[in-house]
């Protein structure tokens, strides 16, 4: 989490993961964090939400994801995903097939995904 800005202590972190991992597998898949995700705290909009996953992702801050730096960073989250998955969110996410996501295609897809409607 240190490489996301965030300083947490062991047992906060073991509390974060055990809350985001339902089926107790030591990993969080796509799914448990989609899920953990979705239940937002407070009155964010979905805009905020996903302004906030891009911002942890965009490990330089450019504005832009690259497939190595959403994998990487992806990883650093134990998210259990392989390259089939990495393939599929980039297929997903970049829309014009510039080899990068741009932070206004994540956040369309996210907002087109009504994963974080209230």
């Known amino acids: 989490m ?3 800005g965030v300083n947490m ?3 906060e972190l073991q ?3 055990s809350a985001m991992d339902a089926d107790g597998s030591g990993q969080i898949e796509l799914a448990e964090f989609l899920a953990y995700m ?3 705290p407070g009155n964010q909009s979905v805009e905020e939400i996903a302004n906030g996953i891009f911002s942890l992702l965009d490990a330089n801050g450019d504005g832009n ?3 190595g730096e959403l994998k990487s960073r992806l990883e650093g989250l134990n998210a259990g995903l ?3 998955d990495i393939d599929a969110a980039m ?3 970049d829309k014009d097939k510039s080899g990068s996501i741009a932070k206004k295609e994540f956040l369309y897809a996210i907002k087109e995904m009504k994963t974080f409607d209230k």
Do not use: I
Request: glycine share 4%; net charge negative.
């Open 82 to 84: 392989n390259e089939a």
């Open 65 to 67: 994801l690259s497939r």
């Open 15 to 17: 509390s974060l993961t």
């Open 2 to 4: 240190a490489s996301f």
């Open 9 to 11: 202590t062991a047992d």
């Open 91 to 93: 297929a997903l996410f």
């Open 38 to 40: 979705g239940d937002p």
